[in-house]
């Protein structure tokens, strides 16, 4: 009793850190790009500023990050899909089952909203733009903005029900509006650091707002995961040209969600799969 007691204050502490590192790594990352993202910045990457991202293939039809984003998250979606399918149900898996299944359909919404930019990038309209998205609605038709806000309500919806998986749809509907809102006064060139503030805040103080007893291994290996997830907003927006660009650009951010949410649910699996059966340390 005392070593599960133990071991579950060792959950705990974990898992409280870990939120607590991603959550400061992306809120300082995202106040430096609120301050320095500027042409001529000694900070960060010149063909970062000028998209707002790090873009490889910019030129090339359907072979750009954000093309390339939508067609492995969708397959890497997929294979998440299949392992929960196998995995979910077994006891004390519920948190992890609830974080799996909800990420992943949010995640898949985050794919087709990159090929969303990705067609931009083949009609010429995205690149170089320095104004906010409200700018943009200005130069478009009825159905264009129809489709924009039914694309930012989606994109929103979906990747904040995956971060806050025991709150109901109707209050993650009621915090969608005002973000989707808010996002269209944000320079187009900080709307992914607009992005990774939102969804920080919202994992973070859902997270580590739990109670006690549900801040169990599945809660560390979730918080575990956010780490290195937070530290590549950083590499894409400072070294763009010079490391991100060769491997990929913005799609090592979009491919590292996806696998380390499942390696983190797989490693849930196999902790409560063997408990009671090998003796906790």
């Known amino acids: 009793m005392c070593c599960n007691e133990d071991a579950t204050m060792q959950f705990q502490t974990l898992g409280n850190a870990c939120h607590a590192i991603s959550s400061t ?6 106040v430096a790009a609120m301050l ?24 090339v039809p359907y072979w750009n990050s954000h093309d390339l ?11 998440g899909a299949a392992v929960y399918y196998v995995l979910r149900g077994a006891p004390g898996m519920k948190s992890a089952d609830e974080m799996m299944m909800f990420n992943l359909i949010g995640h898949l919404g985050h794919g087709v909203a990159h090929g969303f930019i990705g067609a931009e990038y083949r009609s010429g309209r995205s690149g170089g733009h320095r104004g906010t998205a409200l700018d943009r609605i200005g130069e478009m038709d009825g159905f264009e903005i129809a489709q924009k806000f039914a694309v930012l309500t989606c994109f929103w919806f979906g990747l904040l029900r995956g971060l806050m998986p025991k709150v109901s749809n109707r209050t993650v509907g009621f915090v969608t509006v005002p973000v989707v809102v808010g996002g269209l006064f944000v320079k187009e060139v900080l709307g992914f650091a607009f992005v990774q503030a939102v969804l920080t805040v919202a994992f973070a103080s859902t997270q580590l ?21 937070s530290l590549i907003p950083w590499i ?16 090592i951010y979009d491919v590292s969600i996806p696998i380390l949410l499942t390696i983190a649910y797989c490693a849930s699996w196999c902790h409560y799969n063997n408990k009671g059966k090998v003796k906790l340390i």
């Open 25 to 30: 790594s992306i809120l300082v990352y995202t």
């Open 36 to 59: 320095y993202a500027r042409p001529g910045s000694e900070f960060f990457d010149d063909d970062w500023l000028d998209h707002g991202f790090c873009v490889v293939n910019k030129d």
């Open 69 to 79: 984003c939508l067609y492995f998250d969708a397959v890497l979606v997929a294979l």
């Open 209 to 229: 707002n739990l109670p006690k007893k549900e801040k169990d291994f599945s809660y560390a290996a979730f918080g575990v995961s956010a780490v290195p997830i």
């Open 236 to 251: 894409e927006s400072t070294v763009c040209q010079t490391v991100a660009s060769k491997i990929g650009g913005h799609l």
